[in-house]
């Protein structure tokens, strides 16, 4: 295994909801855009963005289909009319069709890279104690990708006294989140982020 998908890895299983198109082609091969839809405990449904190389399946998948993958999460800018936007997506390395009636939905994700800027730590209107941290994780050919992860309670506590710069190891889920943007001319749009969310935090030394 590479140190890339040592710092960034993804486990996931799901079912493919919508269409899949084309994305983009590169050195001649074939990417695939899709989502990826998994069902947390309390029955919320994350939708995730997935990108699949075509070398990895014989058969284009379909809407409904089950899907069982190896990856890892991935950002990218994209110009915007507002500006830059932080994009994030699953990347899979590994992919397989499963059979859509006897699977067991799986969303885990492990990741160890740098945060890039203090924990902004908040509480809830709930009283729930929450913090936002952006890590920024090494992976081949000198990239790094810059992803954002949400804490709660004692990580969320934990995670604002942690410096900027400092080598953390976490492991949680990808999660997708609804909310709205409200522009300076009062037009408010509805917009989609994705994060990941935390179960466990801890600093480790740098090598």
Known sequence: MDKGYE??????AGTIVGDVVL???LYGEAFYF????????????????LIVPGRLFDVL?????????EGQIRSYNKRTEGGNRLMVTLFARSFLLLDPAAF????EVSLCGYLCKPANFRTTPFSREISDLLLAVNRSYHKS????CIAWGRNARFAQNLSVGERIRLAGRMQSREYQKCYEDGTVAERTTYEISCSS?????SP
């Open 34 to 49: 899709m989502h990826l839809a998994i069902p947390r405990l309390s029955g919320v449904m994350d939708v995730l963005p």
């Open 61 to 69: 998948p379909q809407d409904g289909d089950a899907a069982m993958l």
């Open 7 to 12: 710092n960034n890895h993804a486990h996931m």
């Open 23 to 25: 994305d983009h082609m």
């Open 145 to 148: 990708d810059y992803l954002p």
């Open 201 to 205: 935090l801890e600093r480790i030394p």
């Open 104 to 107: 067991t939905p799986c969303n």
